[in-house]
């Protein structure tokens, strides 16, 4: 008897822990981002330096979209543009915040980042 049971735990071993044993199931990857945007209040003050140069390192280093939008940007039709929709409604009433996202998806929203180095923490 004890060189079977021996023998499975062996196996066991080997084979690696079972995905039941952990809660079951596969890890939860997060998408990628692919852009960040600084949404801010004109009339509440200017976009302060860090930010604008942590947007510069996300776009040079990580090659990750980073635009600074007034949140009351809008087209000819008066409508705010596209691509920059899901950025505002997420900041909405959070003003001025750094949006992350992929595509069209927010990943997070972190409210006043005023360092380049907060901006490049808040980017995965």
């Known amino acids: ?11 066991i ?5 079972l995905p039941a044993w952990h809660g079951g199931g596969a890890a939860v990857v997060q998408p990628a ?5 600084y949404v801010y209040e004109k009339d509440s003050g200017g976009v302060p330096p860090g ?5 510069d390192r996300l776009n040079r280093e990580r090659r990750i979209v980073a635009n600074l939008l007034e949140a009351d940007t809008t087209n000819g039709g008066g409508n705010v ?11 909405e009433g959070r003003l001025p ?8 998806t927010v990943l997070r929203v972190v409210p ?5 180095d907060a901006v490049m923490e808040a980017v995965p």
């Open 33 to 37: 981002a692919t852009a960040a945007v």
């Open 97 to 104: 915040a750094l949006v992350v996202l992929s595509g069209s």
């Open 51 to 55: 930010v604008t140069v942590g947007l």
């Open 112 to 116: 006043g980042p005023a360092t380049a």
């Open 13 to 17: 071993l080997l084979a690696g822990p």
């Open 81 to 91: 543009p596209g691509q920059f929709r899901p950025a505002v409604a997420a900041a």
């Open 1 to 11: 008897m004890r060189p079977f049971v021996l023998l499975a735990l062996g196996l």
